[in-house]
């Protein structure tokens, strides 16, 4: 055997390795991830599920070029004592440099730089804690759940409804419906009203209803504007079973709106992010006829990381007394992990009830993990949870 070419073909690997894990991180770097599980990219990353919700940084990182990362740092590292005792104990036939050299452990005259900051790159994510910059712990079924250090949480005695469904191109009702069916849970289907969406009118908004009343499903609507509900009239809005709006299309200054959801939107100070966004919540929940909070206490990916230091027990217990004042549910949701435990802890003592939502477009429909999570935690029950009114 030849063991020169053997050699060859594992540095090899071990480089490709390292490039597709560096490459991971020079395209989503850990800024960026940081907040990714408070992101709605969900859909782009399908291979997830939400039975290994990601959460933090590492945690995406790791499972997103865990097997090149590690078979690049752990080769890495092997090759590098091997090649430095090879090249102590034969000097003259093992020389590790000048790459140009035919006898060098590298192939390409340009790899050893690569090579060396790929590993570096690759070498330090792996070995980052995970929870460097995670909000909470991750909990990845893929890497973890194998080594038992995380199981799904059991299912609530109680009866569970998804309240927050797209139909899509990926989800039919009829899928929706099967989904249930297999996970034990019942659908809840919304849809948004306003410009560039097809409900505008009660014609529409009725239309929508009647649709979907054939269906063993609960109705509602997803507004995202402030002021929405001035296109319908009243007794057209009452068919509905709810509604379900978030704080997460602020009005800009100039006019038009910011989705704060978005990947890309750029906070460059948590502070004075919250003096326009407690305001915008404020609006929602005093203003707007609605029945569940969608999303509450999201941030932005930029400032995700601080989530503990932002919402400081008086924003809190802010969005609490609004939401218990006109009896609005509180929707714990399941793609941004939010809200948070000692939010969630707050309500339910002051008497709040809960709502979960996947918000989904896809398979993930009525697959809770985080919402579960919750429940188990705070000791939420069948009295902590939203009930539809009967039309
Ligand atoms: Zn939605």
């Known amino acids: 055997m030849n063991i020169g070419a053997l050699w060859k ?21 850990p800024v960026k991830l940081a907040g990714y599980c408070q992101s709605s990219l969900r859909d782009d990353w399908g291979r997830w599920g939400n039975d290994s919700p990601p959460c933090g940084t590492i945690g995406p990182l790791r499972a997103r070029f865990g097997p090149s990362g590690t078979i690049g740092a752990v080769g890495f590292v092997v090759i590098s004592i091997t090649a430095i005792a090879l090249h102590c104990s034969y000097p003259r036939q093992f020389i590790i440099h000048p790459a140009s050299s035919e006898k060098s452990i590298m192939s390409h005259a340009h790899s050893r730089r690569c090579f060396l900051e790929a590993s570096l790159v690759a070498g330090a994510a792996i070995a980052t804690p ?33 309240y927050h469904i797209h139909l899509s191109n990926t989800l039919t009702i009829d899928q929706a419906l ?26 529409d908004l009725k239309k929508y209803i009647e649709g979907l009343r054939k269906y063993p499903v ?35 200054p100039d006019g038009g709106w910011l989705a704060i959801w978005q990947i890309d939107t750029v906070v460059d100070n948590g502070e ?24 509450p206490t999201f941030l932005p990916v930029p400032i995700a990381r601080q989530y503990a230091q932002l919402w400081t027990p008086q924003r809190v217990d802010r969005i609490i007394e609004l939401a218990r004042a006109r009896k609005i549910a509180i929707e714990i949701n399941e793609v941004a992990h939010v809200p948070d435990e000692n939010f969630i802890g707050r309500a339910k003592r002051a008497g709040l009830k809960f709502t979960f939502g996947t918000d989904s477009r896809n398979e993930h429909a009525a697959h809770l993990y985080y919402c579960y999570q919750m429940v188990e935690r705070c000791g939420l029950g069948e009295a902590d949870m939203f009930v539809v009114k009967k039309k």
């Open 9 to 29: 073909t594992v540095v090899m690997v071990v480089q490709a390795s390292l490039r597709d894990a560096c490459s991971v991180l020079v395209a989503d770097p």
């Open 130 to 162: 995970r929870n460097l910059f995670a909000t909470e712990t991750p909990h990845l079924s893929g890497n973890l759940t194998a080594r038992g250090e995380s199981a799904s949480p059991p299912k609530p005695a109680f009866a569970v409804t998804d």
């Open 178 to 203: 099967q989904l249930g069916k297999e996970r034990g849970v019942q659908i809840g289907i919304v849809d948004h009203p306003g410009q560039g969406f097809s409900i505008n009118s009660d014609a």
């Open 218 to 252: 609960h109705v509602g609507l997803q507004p995202v504007y402030t002021g929405w509900s001035k296109s319908f009239s009243k007794p057209v809005l009452d068919q509905l079973d709810y509604v379900l709006m978030d704080a997460l299309t602020m009005p800009r």
């Open 272 to 295: 004075e992010f919250m003096t326009h966004y407690m305001p915008f919540i404020e609006q929602v929940l005093t203003t707007e006829p609605i029945d569940i909070f969608g999303w």
